[in-house]
């Protein structure tokens, strides 16, 4: 499995923005698929984007797209989500995920082998 170590994470008031990082141990054929997904207090866990090798495929979850930004630089092994205009349901631990491309469905959690330990998101209203 790879490693992954979640930053970014924090407190902030609605319409506020921020930004989670996610630093891999290694970008292999085990990281062309790299998501992002999200748990909430006693609900299930939600992938909210996901993304390509390249970066040049994108998904998103309804409930964040136009808000949210998946990205990736490989060189540095990093994995981004900018959340923008963030709400209250937007309150959650955030987690990094990475598969392998073709594996399964990108909105499914168990398309992914490796996860890190999560970064905690709080929106206040």
């Known amino acids: 499995q790879v490693q992954l170590v979640e930053s970014g994470g924090g407190s902030v008031q609605a319409g506020g923005t921020l930004r989670l990082s996610c630093a891999a141990s290694?970008?292999?054929?085990?990281?062309?698929?790299m998501a992002w997904s999200r748990q909430a207090s006693g609900k299930e866990r939600e992938v909210v984007a996901a993304?390509?090798?390249?970066?040049?495929?994108?998904f998103y979850a309804d409930s964040v797209k136009g808000r949210f930004t998946i990205s990736r630089h490989n060189v540095d092994k990093m994995l981004y989500l900018q959340m923008n205009n963030l709400k209250p349901d937007d309150t959650a631990v955030y987690y990094c995920?990475?598969?392998?491309w073709g594996s399964g469905p990108w909105f499914r959690a168990q398309t992914y082998d490796s996860s890190g330990q999560g970064t905690k998101v709080t929106v206040s209203s």
């Open positions: 995920l990475a598969g392998i």
């Open positions: 290694r970008f292999t054929y085990e990281t062309t698929l």
């Open positions: 993304i390509s090798e390249g970066g040049g495929t994108t």
